[in-house]
Nanobody, 128 residues
Framework: QVQLVESGGGLVQAGGSLRLSCAAS????????VAWFRQAPGKEREFVLA????????YYEDSVKGRFTISRDNAKNTVYLQMNSLKPEDTAVYYC?????????????????????WGQGTQVTVSS
């Protein structure tokens, strides 16, 4: 069993930056993929980016490429989401998720159903 706790959300002006953290307890992220999803009011949960813990292979949703970066700290068993050049349309609740690595197909890592464990979410609000 894995427990995920996100932190780092808040209110920021457009063009600003935030860094979200996702810390795991119960076991390490080894052999897992860890992803960030987001959900805006009235919209479905959408994939943002993911990292395969062992290999470091990353996957990004097109709208965040060049602005968002995912990274990991093995010693702290923590994944980070660095968000730069934030836009009002980035406003959402951001969720961290973890699941097993079974396939190399990139689309596999963009699906919410791939992930078994979810954090409680952290609100990110970008003002214009």
């Amino acid at each position: 069993q894995v427990q995920l706790v996100e932190s780092g959300g808040g209110l920021v002006q457009a063009g600003g930056s935030l860094r979200l953290s996702c810390a795991a307890s119960g076991r390490t992220f080894s052999n897992y993929a860890v992803a960030w999803f987001r959900q805006a009011p009235g919209k479905e949960r959408e994939f943002v980016l993911a990292i395969r813990w062992n290999s470091g292979i990353t996957y990004y949703e097109d709208s965040v490429k060049g602005r968002f970066t995912i990274s990991r700290d093995n010693a702290k068993n923590t994944v980070y989401l660095q968000m730069n050049s934030l836009k009002p349309e980035d406003t959402a609740v951001y969720y961290c998720a973890a699941g097993g690595v079974y396939y190399s197909n990139s689309s596999y890592y963009t699906r919410p159903s791939t992930y078994d464990y979810w954090g409680q979410g952290t609100q990110v609000t970008v003002s214009s």
